[in-house]
């Protein structure tokens, strides 16, 4: 496999209740249960992880959100990791794509890996945003945020950035005021994990894509989802199945690029 083509494996590391109106704009109060994905980035020599999930449920930290929380039988994240051998202490690049903690949580797991945080979003999560406190873990809730478990390997990133042949980190700020995507080149072509730019594949539309439920900057996401929109490239959500997908484990895709670029939502 060339450097610069990747294999692209969504793992399901818990599961996590919310109102339908978090993860998509002009959503109900209805509850739905959503995935927290983990990223597995593979060619013939590196691994990237992007996002590392959210701490255990039962922990203390896990009990202070609302959301209620659970995780399948082996699907926690060293178990998923190491049923597609994958060593955490190999792993040398690991992405947020933000910093809440169902996405930081476990970056302290890949004791080798560079984090790579897109600056804003370093100084958002010591300094939230009124309303996302708590999905920051901020002090001002009488908490630490998780990702600072691992900060003598945090490398802020200042918008869009080469990572390495093959995956990019794009700037995608609205969700959060540095939240980030990347794209990444496969055999089938490029997709992006877009983060919780866009949580679920049905905010996915042939002609626009909805915002998602909840918004940091209004003026931000709308510009950030005209450029996912004139990316042109497929859109995987950060907490849906991927929609192209061969199931390689319960709870562990495959993303399989057909030569039919359009996304299907299913959520």
């Known amino acids: 496999m060339s450097e610069a083509v990747w294999d692209v494996v969504a793992a399901e590391v818990s ?3 919310v109102a339908r109106s978090v993860v998509t704009a002009g959503g109900t109060d209805q509850r739905i249960s959503v995935p927290i994905i983990m990223w597995i980035l593979r060619n013939g020599s590196s691994t990237v992880i992007v996002d590392t999930g959210t ?6 930290a896990a009990a202070a959100h609302s959301h209620p ?5 082996g699907l926690s994240p060293i178990e998923v990791l190491g049923r597609l051998g ?16 169902d996405h930081c949580s476990n970056n302290d797991l890949f004791e080798n890996a560079a984090v790579y945080i897109q600056a804003r979003d370093i100084i958002a999560s010591l300094d939230p945003p009124v309303g996302q406190e708590l999905s920051c873990e901020s002090a001002r809730v009488g908490m630490t945020p998780p990702w ?11 918008g869009d950035f080469s990572l390495l042949p093959g995956v990019t980190l794009l700037a995608l700020p609205g969700h959060t005021p540095g939240s980030q995507g990347v794209l ?10 877009a983060g919780d730019t866009v949580p679920i594949n049905c ?10 439920g909840l918004i940091g900057s209004p003026d931000e996401i709308d510009q950030t989802l005209l450029r996912v929109q004139e990316l042109g490239v ?32 299913n959520s």
Not at 86 to 101: A, E, F, R, S, Y
């Open 15 to 17: 599961q996590l209740e």
């Open 55 to 60: 701490h255990a449920p039962g922990t203390k």
């Open 69 to 73: 929380l659970i995780q399948r039988p």
């Open 86 to 101: 994958v060593d955490p202490m190999g792993v040398t690049h690991v992405v947020n794509t933000h910093l809440h903690w």
């Open 148 to 158: 600072l478990k691992a900060f003598d390997r945090t490398v802020p990133v200042w």
């Open 184 to 193: 990444v080149s496969t055999d089938g072509g490029e997709v992006l994990l």
């Open 203 to 212: 905010n996915v539309h042939s002609d626009a894509i909805a915002r998602p």
């Open 234 to 265: 497929p859109v995987l959500a950060a907490h849906d199945r991927p929609a192209r997908s061969t199931e390689l484990f319960e709870g562990i895709w495959q993303v399989r690029l057909g030569q039919d670029n359009s996304e299907v939502g």
